[in-house]
């Protein structure tokens, strides 16, 4: 996508560098190329990524032994098309629909696979998955397009399937997706459970090694940011309840 682009991290490093050659003089023009190239070395350290991730995966109760869910709820994270003839899931999407399986057969609750068709000509995520998976019991929602299409649509599901929304609802999604996934829910009265525990953050020495995978992380982590902005922009996420 076109705001991929404009949004992914060294991008805005690269312009500075361009505008500065082509704008600026002598030693200012080699200030700002040695400061945007400092900065970017910096934000190759994974210890960056690492402090920004935290609060996303933070905010609710933790699934414990003595809750009561009435359902676990999996946001699908993507499909791949293999260049032939066929879609696959993205191995994002398997790890939150296999997690999501595991809660439903441990807790014997429904299992509710939410997602559709994010680009136009592709199918539904959620109905790849399912066959993927061979869920024949899973409750398949194949129109959102999003996760505030989500927690919309999550009503007429519950109510069709005769799931309680009194009851607590498990949410299966990535620990950096999980906050913007979690207040767009609750702003619309769902009580939702984490069913991972949120680790304590522990200092290593390879977050001081620059790698390339933490500019990647970097990118997703500040996408998520901006994505709650906007949610909370537009009313999708209301921060406070009444």
């Given amino acids: 996508m076109l705001l991929d682009y404009f949004i992914y991290w060294p991008m805005p490093v690269v312009w500075t560098c361009i505008i500065a050659f082509v704008f600026f003089k002598n030693n200012i023009r080699k200030a700002i190329i040695y400061i945007s190239l400092a900065i970017l070395i910096f934000t190759s350290f994974q210890l960056l990524p690492e402090l920004l991730k935290i609060p996303l995966s933070k905010g609710t109760a ?16 993507g499909i791949y098309f293999d260049g032939h003839k066929n879609w696959y899931p993205s191995p994002e999407s398997i790890k939150r629909t296999a997690h999501g399986i595991y809660i439903s057969d441990k807790y014997n609750i429904p ?8 680009e136009k ?8 998955i399912k066959e993927f998976f061979l869920l024949q019991n899973a409750i398949i929602e194949n129109k959102s397009r999003n996760t505030a ?5 999550l009503k007429n599901i519950l109510k069709t399937h005769g799931i309680s929304e009194d009851l607590p609802l ?3 999604t990535s620990k950096t997706h999980f906050l913007r996934a979690f207040l767009s829910f609750r702003s619309l009265g769902y009580k939702i ?3 991972v525990n949120t680790d304590k953050f522990k200092l290593k020495i ?26 909370i922009f537009n009313g999708n996420i209301r921060l406070v309840r009444y």
């Fill in 62 to 77: 933790n699934l414990m032994e003595e809750n009561s869910p009435s359902a676990v709820i999996v946001l699908t994270g």
């Fill in 111 to 118: 299992l509710i696979l939410m997602g559709g068709s994010v």
């Fill in 121 to 128: 000509n592709t199918p539904s995520e959620s109905n790849i």
């Fill in 149 to 153: 299409q989500a927690a919309d649509n």
């Fill in 170 to 172: 498990i949410l299966c």
């Fill in 193 to 195: 459970i984490s069913p």
């Fill in 206 to 231: 390879s977050h001081f090694i620059p790698n390339y995978k933490a500019i990647v992380s970097l990118n997703v982590i500040i996408k998520e940011y901006i994505g709650i902005a906007w949610y």
